[in-house]
């Protein structure tokens, strides 16, 4: 089952979307694997302390992505292959690096100095 026990709130996104990704990036770095049983909607309500709404609504998102299914009655469980498991990864990459250069962008880093930057940072 996929503990959520180091999953940290954070002030800057909503909930549900912190959930998302946690999920995400879980499945990415193989912390979370295929076939995996999701915590239960009210579980992790009481875990997190926030409303079963918040968390109907992030494996709602979740199941229409197609990464965990759900019967009802039953658990929900995580369902990747492969290819969405890169898709995943690119996308989220992406969305990372978005925000990265638009950040240096906005300081008035040139490119240069943002890649010499990160071969630093990497190092």
Not at 12 to 20: A, E, G, T
Not at 34 to 40: L, R
Not at 43 to 58: C, D, H, R
Request: net charge negative; glycine share 6%.
């Amino acid at each position: 089952m996929i503990s959520f026990d180091d999953f940290i709130l954070q002030d800057d996104s909503p909930i549900y979307l912190q959930i998302i990704q946690y999920v995400k990036r879980g499945i990415v770095s193989g912390a979370i694997e295929n076939g995996e049983e999701m915590i239960s909607r009210r579980a992790l309500s009481a875990l997190l302390g926030v409303n079963p709404n918040t968390i109907q609504k992030a494996y709602h998102m979740l199941e229409e992505e197609g990464i965990i299914y759900s019967r009802t009655g039953a658990k929900s469980c995580v369902e990747v292959d492969e290819a969405m498991k890169e898709s995943i990864r690119r996308t989220l990459l992406s969305q990372d690096t978005l925000k990265w250069v638009q950040s240096m962008k906005q300081m008035g880093v040139s490119m240069e100095e943002a890649l010499e930057l990160c071969r630093e940072v990497w190092e």
